[in-house]
């Protein structure tokens, strides 16, 4: 199946969005 | 945003009146991009932690310790930082840690992490990556090349592995570098 792979730049965006 | 894995968060307190596993205490589990940041942003970072003192985030379902079932034939990466990088690059380092977890940075062989540990020691602090089958030489040496790339270790740098079964036993022999 599929993996969900997230990137540490959407990580740390996600970090700083409101 | 969904997790591929549940995570749980584990803290261990060393208090020599207790029995080691009476010391390890499970904070909390999650399984979203949103509650990891909750939960990184409500707690200490580890550099303020004393002495004695491990966080562990692993693979719900598994419990840091090498007696696991799914860790007792595993190993860990070990980075083991000298005294004066507590200030400099701990934090750092165990999120950059915390990131390829929670992001599964290391694609197929992902499968293969059981959980990292960051151990704060007066003599010099440790960061692990655990995975679940040191014989599987592809993949603990995919995840060692990446997690080094991602921590931005320089390439003169060098990471061991180290099986538990032999860590168990005291010897420090290193089973693969990178």
């Known amino acids: 199946g599929t993996r969900i792979i997230y990137d540490r730049k959407f990580l740390m965006e996600c970090r700083n969005s409101p | ?178």
């Open chain 2, 1 to 178: 945003h969904s997790l591929e894995n549940r995570w749980a968060l584990w803290f261990f307190k060393n208090d020599s009146s207790q029995a080691w596993q009476d010391n390890l205490h499970l904070i909390i589990k999650f399984d979203t991009v949103e509650d990891f940041w909750a939960v990184y942003g409500h707690i200490q970072l580890a550099s303020k932690l004393s002495s004695g003192c491990d966080y562990a985030l692993f693979k719900d379902g598994i419990r840091p310790m090498w007696e696991d079932s799914r860790n007792k034939r595993g190993g860990r990466w070990l980075v083991s930082l000298a005294k004066h990088q507590r200030h400099s690059k701990l934090d750092r380092l165990w999120l950059e840690t915390l990131l390829c977890l929670i992001g599964e940075s290391f694609e197929e062989h992902s499968q293969e992490v059981c959980g990292a540990v960051v151990n704060i020691r007066t003599k010099g602090d440790k960061i692990s990556v655990w995975t679940r089958e040191a014989e599987n030489q592809a993949s603990v040496l995919h995840i060692g090349h990446v997690y080094k790339q991602h921590l931005g270790l320089s390439t003169k740098a060098i990471i061991g592995y180290q099986a538990h079964a032999d860590t168990a036993t005291k010897s420090t022999r290193n089973k693969f570098v990178v």
